[in-house]
């Protein structure tokens, strides 16, 4: 009888919860967390309590059952299919098949470089291009045009945007991590591990939704997991071949976002040593040699867009300014000023802890605890510490990083899912053989209950929200620009947008349908004083020009005169009122 009240109490809790949703009073952030987390989580614990004392079966045993029931072709197809769907609709309805945050346009921009067959494009015919296209990630250096990142990613996007289908390049990556989780996980701890292993990843909002950007963390997340992968099997005794194959994995993925990669290139040869001992040598000589194959490549393109082989694009722009500590350590303005200091690089891990806590799962604040539960298991197997080692060193290393970098989730973290994933499992194993020897199977039957319970808090909730929340203009980018100009420009044509990279409007709205070669129909470019506009306009001649602005209520496009230039306030004037503080030139 006891156990009764729970069922009432869980619908009580869930109904309170409907009525905070579709209320006035609902908050945002984390805010909106702490009340799931006191209500839905709350009702979970209750219906997980009732639930556990009216089950006759032993649910672990149950899932396990169905889990291994069918063969691994069709179990890892029907997880392929699922994804698959997810990710292509995600990608070309909520993600409207365009890029959504500024880095994604950056790459995407590149990648159209690269389907032309050049390695750049020619600067814009103008004095001073950056005042025409105002964004952060372009360079223009010896009447070159080319982005600050490297290029490995937007050269793999690069087939896919020349068929027009450049969304599908982060679905299919995430096809191939998923591939990839599940063998490296079953090679390193068996068939079970691996299959709750990629369910997890499947049900993961921070693989979902960066999965369906143009983001270069899925590049690295493929390239880092096939690589362990191919290495561990060297490690058992494989050919020579899944040595020089993970190494030459490893080398590309740190060609393509080099901090996170620093990591793996200290934890997989340490783990080697550790592991192989007399054979370490062996293993890591031929995956070192395939290794310097994409870094030499790396040197040879820094050459050609730098003038220096040890300097990227990023050394162009950012002079340093992007690790340790000091006054002019941060690249942009991120707490006001380009200081970084030790305070901040805490704080900075902390609010990534706090967002990985919820987005990781899409339980509020508690999708870390499995993973700090797998802590437990390390008594007995003293492997699991060297799970947290990739972990902690990042954290250090973001520790250093002037920016949070949590605006797709603690994005750095991402190349790291494999270990995440994997001490999750082991922490929820741990979770139910506690509750087990506490309680019998009415104990593990209870997690069972709460874990299935949070699950349904995914999808149902955290979900549908970071659906809604991307099909807007995320990150202050969409197509309205293109959708507007379709309705009253005619071409060929100029439109003079005012608009810059922070704000909304956002300059990458219209830039992301331009040519990286000026040649398409229209061309999208920043409005600033009538002089400045002129001057374009003489340097793309036979065009007809308009200016497109936002009042705040509507958007509006007509034809460029003086008198309408002047009324519209040039575009390095405007005033943002984002989440991204503008500094003021004091």
Known sequence: MRTAIFLPAGLILTILFVVYRFSE?????????????????????????????????????????????????????????????????????????????????????????YAAGQLAAPAPSVDNPMAYFPFRHFIFRNNMWFIVYTPLHSLLMAPFTAAGAAPLLGPLE??????????????????????????????????????????????????ITWSLYMISRRAKGASVACGIAG??????????????????????????????????????????????????????????????????????????????????????????????????????????????????????????????LAFRRARKDRRVLLLYLPLLLIMFLMFLHYCPAIDYGPRHYFTFLPVILLLSVIGLREAVSFARRRRGVEGSNTVTVFVLCLFLITLFVYMPEGIA?????????????????????????????????????????????NSPFLDNEIIYCAHQTPAEDILFMEAYPGRTSYLYWFDGTRFHIEPWTLDLSLAIKPTRDMEYYTYLHMPGPD
């Open 25 to 113: 009073i609902i908050q945002l952030g984390p805010q909106d967390k702490i009340v799931q987390l006191v209500l839905l989580v709350s009702a979970a614990a209750c219906f997980a309590l009732y639930a556990a004392r009216r089950t006759g079966r032993d649910l672990v045993q149950l899932i396990l059952g169905k889990i291994m029931k069918l063969s691994t072709v069709r179990f890892l197809g029907l997880l392929l299919v699922i994804l698959a769907v997810f990710s292509i609709w995600m990608a070309y309805v909520p993600f409207e098949g365009i890029p959504k945050g500024g880095d994604e346009a950056a790459y995407y921009f590149q990648s159209k470089i």
């Open 174 to 223: 995430g096809l191939l991590s998923l591939i990839g989780i599940f063998l490296l996980i079953r090679f390193w701890t068996g068939e079970i591990m691996a299959r709750i292993s990629v369910i997890l990843l499947l049900l993961s909002p921070f693989f979902l939704f960066m999965t369906t950007t143009f983001m270069a963390h899925n590049t690295n997340l493929m390239l």
């Open 247 to 372: 190494g030459f994995l490893i080398g590309l993925a740190f060609v393509t976002k080099p901090y996170p990669v620093l990591v793996w290139l200290f934890f997989i040869p340490l783990a080697v040593i550790l592991g192989c001992r007399d054979r370490w040598f062996r293993i890591l000589a031929p995956a070192a040699a395939a290794a310097a194959i994409p870094f030499a490549l790396f040197l040879l393109s820094n050459n050609y867009y730098t003038g220096n082989p040890l300097h990227a694009g990023y050394d162009l722009v950012r002079g340093g300014k992007l690790i340790g500590f000091g006054p002019d350590k941060a690249w942009f303005p991120e707490y006001g000023d380009y200081a970084h200091t030790p305070l901040r690089g805490i704080y900075n891990v902390v609010r990534q802890m706090g967002v990985g806590s919820t987005i990781l799962f899409g339980w509020p604040f508690l999708s870390l605890f499995p993973m700090l």
């Open 469 to 513: 929340l991307r099909s807007g203009p995320w990150q202050t980018i969409d197509d309205q620009p293109r959708i507007t100009a379709s309705e009253f420009v005619s071409t060929p044509s100029i439109v003079f947008m005012q608009a810059g990279e922070h704000g909304y409007p956002n300059i990458s709205s219209g830039m992301i349908f």
